[in-house]
T-cell receptor, first 112, second 114 residues
């Protein structure tokens, strides 16, 4: 079963614009992670935010976490064509012993 | 350092056949995870192995099985293949089970069942 639901399902922007993706989840978490998947390939870990953190930055990525609303957002600033990919949130849920549960993903298309 | 490697990368089978997928984790990683990703969908958790033991299993029928070897590599076996088993099968590895859960993925094995 899916834990997270990403919103929007698909997003199309132009190069240089910012892209924001949202993730909602249902249960208590230890941490939330964002992954990127190029078409038909493996996933690559982008950033991890712990349940006691509210915001985290890594390069052009900014992640926020609101545990009261059970939601997270991923902001990619100054998007590039190379950012075109699917982005998934994944939660490490309390008591699930290291099993990550993935959301449904957001397909991001960045055009020139 | 070599990443997670999976084989084969692509394969085609017919209904009722059996398939074995293989995964080698990153050196030093003891946990191996298997996920199924049907076309256009998210990842569904299949199996988690750590130190040679099955630690957790997703909501899949028993014809999905696997094992982990002493060198921490892993196999995923699917018996009596069905059309809906067509998917990208992703293997991931991580350090010991008590870590943050950050996973390192292979490129996947794309299975097509005709």
């Amino acid at each position: 079963s899916q834990q997270g639901e990403e919103d929007p399902q698909a997003l199309s922007i132009q190069e240089g614009e910012n892209a924001t993706m949202n993730c909602s989840y249902k249960t208590s978490i230890n941490n939330l992670q964002w992954y990127r998947q190029n078409s038909g390939r493996g996933l690559v870990h982008l950033i991890l935010i712990r349940s006691n953190e509210r915001e985290k930055h890594s390069g052009r990525l900014r992640v926020t976490l609101d545990t009261s609303k059970k939601s997270s957002s991923l902001l990619i600033t100054a998007s590039r064509a190379a950012d075109t990919a699917s982005y998934f949130c994944a939660t490490l849920n309390t008591g699930t012993a290291s099993k990550l549960t993935f959301g449904t993903g957001t397909r991001l298309q960045v055009t020139l | 350092e070599a990443g997670v490697t999976q084989s084969p990368t692509h394969l085609i089978k017919t209904r009722g056949q059996q398939v074995t997928l293989r995964c080698s984790p990153i050196s030093g990683h003891t946990s191996v995870y298997w996920y199924q990703q049907a076309l256009g969908l998210g990842l569904q958790f299949l199996l988690w192995y750590d130190e040679g033991e099955e630690r957790n299993r997703g909501n899949f029928p028993p014809r999905f099985s696997g094992r982990q070897f002493p060198n921490y590599s892993s196999e995923l076996n699917v018996n009596a293949l069905e059309l809906e088993d067509s998917a990208l099968y992703l293997c991931a590895s991580s350090l010991a089970w008590a870590n943050t859960g950050e996973l390192f993925f292979g490129e996947g094995s794309r299975l097509t069942v005709l």
